[in-house]
Protein backbone atom coordinates (compact mmCIF):
# COMPACT_ATOMS: atom_id res chain seq x y z
CA UNK A 1 0.00 0.00 0.00
CA UNK A 2 2.98 2.80 0.81
CA UNK A 3 4.59 1.86 -2.73
CA UNK A 4 0.58 2.85 -4.60
CA UNK A 5 0.24 5.60 -1.93
CA UNK A 6 3.79 6.82 -3.08
CA UNK A 7 3.22 6.34 -6.67
CA UNK A 8 6.06 3.72 -7.10
CA UNK A 9 4.92 1.31 -9.31
CA UNK A 10 5.28 -0.31 -12.59
CA UNK A 11 9.06 -0.07 -14.21
CA UNK A 12 10.71 1.94 -10.83
CA UNK A 13 13.62 0.21 -9.40
CA UNK A 14 13.18 0.23 -5.58
CA UNK A 15 16.75 -0.35 -3.44
CA UNK A 16 16.73 -2.85 -0.26
CA UNK A 17 18.58 -4.99 1.34
CA UNK A 18 18.81 -8.74 1.05
CA UNK A 19 19.13 -10.09 4.45
CA UNK A 20 15.60 -9.72 5.75
CA UNK A 21 12.25 -11.83 5.03
CA UNK A 22 11.26 -12.25 1.85
CA UNK A 23 8.01 -9.91 1.67
CA UNK A 24 10.25 -6.84 1.73
CA UNK A 25 10.96 -7.26 -2.00
CA UNK A 26 7.70 -9.39 -2.59
CA UNK A 27 6.24 -6.14 -2.22
CA UNK A 28 8.46 -4.39 -4.88
CA UNK A 29 7.49 -6.94 -7.41
CA UNK A 30 3.74 -7.01 -6.42
CA UNK A 31 3.93 -3.44 -7.30
CA UNK A 32 5.31 -3.77 -10.63
CA UNK A 33 8.83 -2.58 -9.52
CA UNK A 34 12.17 -3.77 -9.47
CA UNK A 35 13.59 -4.88 -6.53
CA UNK A 36 17.94 -3.96 -6.13
CA UNK A 37 19.34 -4.69 -3.45
CA UNK A 38 22.44 -3.36 -2.03
CA UNK A 39 25.01 -4.82 0.74
CA UNK A 40 24.66 -4.46 4.50
CA UNK A 41 26.79 -3.64 7.34
CA UNK A 42 28.54 -6.45 8.43
CA UNK A 43 28.21 -5.16 12.13
CA UNK A 44 24.62 -3.84 11.96
CA UNK A 45 23.21 -6.43 9.21
CA UNK A 46 21.39 -3.24 8.35
CA UNK A 47 21.25 -1.37 4.41
CA UNK A 48 24.59 -0.12 4.05
CA UNK A 49 23.90 3.36 2.63
CA UNK A 50 27.32 3.45 0.96
CA UNK A 51 26.63 0.74 -0.85
CA UNK A 52 23.25 1.90 -1.72
CA UNK A 53 24.47 4.94 -3.39
CA UNK A 54 26.20 2.70 -5.74
CA UNK A 55 22.78 1.28 -6.56
CA UNK A 56 20.96 4.71 -7.54
CA UNK A 57 19.91 4.74 -11.64
CA UNK A 58 17.65 6.96 -13.00
CA UNK A 59 14.59 4.17 -12.89
CA UNK A 60 15.41 4.38 -8.88
CA UNK A 61 12.43 5.72 -6.87
CA UNK A 62 12.58 4.74 -3.65
CA UNK A 63 14.71 2.91 -0.76
CA UNK A 64 13.44 0.48 1.59
CA UNK A 65 15.69 0.38 4.63
CA UNK A 66 14.64 -2.64 7.14
CA UNK A 67 15.32 -1.92 10.87
CA UNK A 68 16.43 -5.73 11.25
CA UNK A 69 16.23 -7.64 14.42
CA UNK A 70 15.09 -4.38 16.70
CA UNK A 71 17.93 -1.67 15.32
CA UNK A 72 17.53 0.71 13.54
CA UNK A 73 19.16 1.37 9.97
CA UNK A 74 21.02 4.52 9.56
CA UNK A 75 18.59 6.59 8.19
CA UNK A 76 20.59 9.70 8.27
CA UNK A 77 22.49 9.14 5.24
CA UNK A 78 19.76 7.13 3.64
CA UNK A 79 17.47 10.41 3.91
CA UNK A 80 20.13 12.36 2.40
CA UNK A 81 20.60 10.47 -0.38
CA UNK A 82 16.67 10.64 -1.08
CA UNK A 83 16.71 13.97 -0.40
CA UNK A 84 19.59 14.44 -3.52
CA UNK A 85 17.84 11.93 -5.86
CA UNK A 86 14.21 12.74 -4.91
CA UNK A 87 13.48 9.67 -3.53
CA UNK A 88 11.07 8.12 -0.94
CA UNK A 89 12.08 6.30 1.77
CA UNK A 90 9.96 3.54 3.58
CA UNK A 91 10.63 2.41 6.86
CA UNK A 92 10.33 -1.14 7.09
CA UNK A 93 9.65 -1.56 10.89
CA UNK A 94 8.09 -4.71 11.77
CA UNK A 95 10.87 -5.90 13.77
CA UNK A 96 11.72 -2.82 15.81
CA UNK A 97 8.52 -0.43 17.05
CA UNK A 98 9.73 1.44 19.88
CA UNK A 99 13.13 1.56 18.52
CA UNK A 100 14.99 4.97 18.41
CA UNK A 101 17.56 6.47 16.45
CA UNK A 102 19.17 9.14 17.71
CA UNK A 103 16.44 9.91 19.59
CA UNK A 104 13.72 9.19 17.25
CA UNK A 105 11.18 6.75 16.95
CA UNK A 106 10.99 4.06 14.26
CA UNK A 107 8.82 5.10 11.97
CA UNK A 108 8.87 8.91 12.20
CA UNK A 109 11.81 9.63 10.00
CA UNK A 110 10.44 8.00 6.43
CA UNK A 111 7.74 8.95 3.74
CA UNK A 112 5.81 6.23 5.46
CA UNK A 113 6.48 3.36 7.57
CA UNK A 114 5.66 -0.36 8.18
CA UNK A 115 4.82 -2.62 11.38
CA UNK A 116 3.79 -5.84 11.93
CA UNK A 117 1.70 -7.22 14.42
CA UNK A 118 2.35 -10.46 13.94
CA UNK A 119 2.09 -12.67 16.72
CA UNK A 120 5.99 -13.49 17.67
CA UNK A 121 6.81 -9.25 16.95
CA UNK A 122 7.50 -7.41 20.27
CA UNK A 123 3.95 -5.87 19.86
CA UNK A 124 2.37 -8.73 18.59
CA UNK A 125 -2.12 -9.76 17.88
CA UNK A 126 -3.65 -13.27 18.33
CA UNK A 127 -3.09 -13.24 14.27
CA UNK A 128 -1.41 -11.51 11.33
CA UNK A 129 -2.09 -7.47 11.04
CA UNK A 130 -0.10 -4.69 10.89
CA UNK A 131 -0.01 -0.72 10.65
CA UNK A 132 1.24 2.11 8.22
CA UNK A 133 1.78 5.50 9.82
CA UNK A 134 2.81 8.69 7.66
CA UNK A 135 2.94 12.46 8.68
CA UNK A 136 2.13 13.26 5.54
CA UNK A 137 -1.64 14.38 5.39
CA UNK A 138 -1.90 13.55 1.71
CA UNK A 139 -0.19 10.12 1.56
CA UNK A 140 -2.73 9.43 4.66
CA UNK A 141 -5.79 10.61 2.77
CA UNK A 142 -4.39 8.09 0.23
CA UNK A 143 -3.44 5.38 2.35
CA UNK A 144 -7.04 5.02 3.95
CA UNK A 145 -8.51 4.97 0.42
CA UNK A 146 -6.58 2.18 -0.64
CA UNK A 147 -7.23 -0.21 2.52
CA UNK A 148 -11.01 -0.21 1.97
CA UNK A 149 -10.81 -1.04 -1.76
CA UNK A 150 -10.21 1.75 -2.84
CA UNK A 151 -13.20 3.47 -1.23
CA UNK A 152 -13.80 6.47 0.65
CA UNK A 153 -17.98 6.05 0.45
CA UNK A 154 -19.57 2.53 1.00
CA UNK A 155 -19.91 0.94 -2.16
CA UNK A 156 -18.54 3.25 -4.73
CA UNK A 157 -14.82 2.78 -5.47
CA UNK A 158 -12.38 5.26 -7.35
CA UNK A 159 -9.16 3.04 -7.57
CA UNK A 160 -8.22 -0.70 -6.77
CA UNK A 161 -6.95 -1.07 -3.22
CA UNK A 162 -7.05 -4.18 -0.96
CA UNK A 163 -8.56 -5.62 1.98
CA UNK A 164 -6.39 -4.21 4.27
CA UNK A 165 -8.52 -3.46 7.38
CA UNK A 166 -7.32 -4.47 10.65
CA UNK A 167 -9.90 -7.13 12.77
CA UNK A 168 -11.39 -5.56 15.55
CA UNK A 169 -10.46 -8.39 17.94
CA UNK A 170 -6.91 -7.70 16.83
CA UNK A 171 -7.14 -3.90 17.35
CA UNK A 172 -8.58 -4.78 20.97
CA UNK A 173 -5.73 -6.90 21.84
CA UNK A 174 -2.93 -4.58 20.82
CA UNK A 175 -5.01 -1.42 22.99
CA UNK A 176 -4.15 -3.83 26.00
CA UNK A 177 -0.85 -4.91 24.85
CA UNK A 178 0.42 -1.72 23.81
CA UNK A 179 0.67 -0.30 27.11
CA UNK A 180 3.26 -3.04 28.13
CA UNK A 181 5.67 -2.50 25.44
CA UNK A 182 7.79 -0.08 26.70
CA UNK A 183 8.73 -2.73 29.75
CA UNK A 184 8.46 -5.45 27.89
CA UNK A 185 11.21 -3.56 24.95
CA UNK A 186 13.40 -2.95 28.64
CA UNK A 187 13.01 -6.20 29.81
CA UNK A 188 14.56 -7.51 26.24
CA UNK A 189 17.49 -5.11 26.42
CA UNK A 190 18.45 -6.06 30.17
CA UNK A 191 18.15 -9.93 28.88
CA UNK A 192 20.87 -8.89 25.71
CA UNK A 193 22.86 -7.25 28.54
CA UNK A 194 23.23 -10.33 29.83
CA UNK A 195 24.27 -12.68 26.91
CA UNK A 196 26.66 -9.78 26.12
CA UNK A 197 27.99 -10.27 29.35
CA UNK A 198 28.09 -14.12 29.45
CA UNK A 199 29.60 -14.47 25.55
CA UNK A 200 31.98 -11.66 26.29
CA UNK A 201 35.77 -13.49 25.54
CA UNK A 202 33.84 -16.68 23.92
CA UNK A 203 35.28 -15.46 20.28
CA UNK A 204 31.22 -15.56 19.29
CA UNK A 205 30.13 -12.16 18.38
CA UNK A 206 27.91 -10.50 19.87
CA UNK A 207 25.24 -7.81 19.00
CA UNK A 208 26.43 -4.82 18.00
CA UNK A 209 24.29 -1.22 18.68
CA UNK A 210 25.38 2.02 17.28
CA UNK A 211 25.97 4.57 20.00
CA UNK A 212 23.20 6.79 18.56
CA UNK A 213 20.20 3.57 18.91
CA UNK A 214 18.34 2.31 21.16
CA UNK A 215 17.56 -1.34 20.19
CA UNK A 216 14.25 -3.20 21.28
CA UNK A 217 15.95 -7.08 20.13
CA UNK A 218 13.14 -8.12 18.57
CA UNK A 219 16.04 -10.98 17.89
CA UNK A 220 19.13 -11.26 19.69
CA UNK A 221 21.79 -12.50 16.98
CA UNK A 222 24.84 -13.48 17.46
CA UNK A 223 27.49 -14.68 14.66
CA UNK A 224 30.22 -17.73 14.25
CA UNK A 225 31.66 -19.27 11.91
CA UNK A 226 30.53 -22.84 13.44
CA UNK A 227 27.09 -21.72 13.42
CA UNK A 228 26.09 -24.90 12.58
CA UNK A 229 27.78 -26.99 15.12
CA UNK A 230 26.59 -24.10 17.84
CA UNK A 231 22.78 -24.33 17.02
CA UNK A 232 23.11 -28.34 17.10
CA UNK A 233 24.75 -28.15 20.16
CA UNK A 234 21.50 -26.54 21.33
CA UNK A 235 19.39 -28.48 19.99
CA UNK A 236 20.80 -31.57 21.50
CA UNK A 237 20.05 -30.25 25.04
CA UNK A 238 16.65 -28.92 23.62
CA UNK A 239 17.19 -25.33 23.63
CA UNK A 240 15.39 -23.55 20.49
CA UNK A 241 17.30 -21.42 18.27
CA UNK A 242 16.18 -19.80 15.10
CA UNK A 243 18.53 -19.01 11.42
CA UNK A 244 17.39 -15.77 10.37
CA UNK A 245 18.00 -15.79 7.28
CA UNK A 246 19.49 -18.93 5.38
CA UNK A 247 19.11 -17.34 1.81
CA UNK A 248 19.38 -13.68 0.70
CA UNK A 249 16.90 -12.69 -1.06
CA UNK A 250 19.04 -11.66 -4.34
CA UNK A 251 19.47 -15.51 -4.31
CA UNK A 252 16.25 -16.90 -4.42
CA UNK A 253 15.24 -18.75 -7.28
CA UNK A 254 12.29 -16.36 -7.91
CA UNK A 255 15.33 -13.74 -8.76
CA UNK A 256 16.86 -15.55 -10.58
CA UNK A 257 15.85 -13.18 -13.64
CA UNK A 258 17.50 -10.22 -11.78
CA UNK A 259 20.83 -12.05 -12.15
CA UNK A 260 22.77 -12.16 -9.32
CA UNK A 261 25.07 -14.55 -8.43
CA UNK A 262 26.82 -15.87 -5.48
CA UNK A 263 29.57 -13.34 -4.33
CA UNK A 264 27.53 -10.74 -5.36
CA UNK A 265 26.52 -9.44 -2.02
CA UNK A 266 29.49 -10.88 0.31
CA UNK A 267 28.04 -9.38 3.89
CA UNK A 268 24.48 -10.44 3.44
CA UNK A 269 25.54 -14.05 2.01
CA UNK A 270 28.51 -14.70 4.98
CA UNK A 271 25.52 -13.19 7.79
CA UNK A 272 23.04 -15.40 6.00
CA UNK A 273 25.79 -18.21 6.89
CA UNK A 274 26.80 -17.00 10.53
CA UNK A 275 24.02 -15.77 11.79
CA UNK A 276 21.96 -17.46 15.11
CA UNK A 277 18.99 -15.83 16.89
CA UNK A 278 19.67 -17.37 20.89
CA UNK A 279 16.26 -17.73 22.81
CA UNK A 280 14.52 -14.26 24.11
CA UNK A 281 11.60 -12.63 25.31
CA UNK A 282 10.54 -10.25 28.08
CA UNK A 283 9.98 -13.45 30.59
CA UNK A 284 12.98 -15.47 29.64
CA UNK A 285 14.95 -15.44 33.12
CA UNK A 286 18.33 -15.28 34.21
CA UNK A 287 18.55 -18.60 35.10
CA UNK A 288 17.70 -19.89 31.81
CA UNK A 289 19.81 -17.72 29.90
CA UNK A 290 22.59 -18.65 31.47
CA UNK A 291 21.89 -21.95 30.80
CA UNK A 292 21.42 -21.48 27.10
CA UNK A 293 24.92 -19.48 26.85
CA UNK A 294 26.32 -22.63 28.76
CA UNK A 295 25.19 -24.77 26.65
CA UNK A 296 26.21 -22.83 23.90
CA UNK A 297 29.72 -22.66 24.90
CA UNK A 298 29.72 -26.37 25.89
CA UNK A 299 30.70 -25.78 29.18
Known sequence: ??????????????????????????????AGGRPVFADIDPLTYNLD????????????????????????????????????????????????IGARYKGHRAGSLGHTACFSFYPTKNLGGYGDGGMVVTKDSEIAVKLRLLRVHGSHIRYHH???GYNSRLDEIQAAVL????????????????RAALYDH???????????????????????????????????????????????YPLPL???????????RPGDLPEAE?????????PLDPEIT??????VVKTLLGN
Not at 177 to 187: A, I, M, S, Y
Not at 204 to 221: D, K
Open 49 to 96: PEKTAEKITPRTRAIIPVHIFGQMADLDPLLELARKHRLTVIEDACQA
Open 1 to 30: MSLKALDVGPGAEVITTPFTFFATAEVISK
Open 175 to 190: RVKLKHLDRWNRQRRD
Open 270 to 278: RAARETLAL
Open 198 to 244: LLKGSGIVTPHVEPWNESVYHLYVVRSPERDQLRARLSGAGISSGVY
Open 158 to 160: SVH
Open 250 to 260: HLQEVYKELGY
Open 286 to 291: EDTTRL
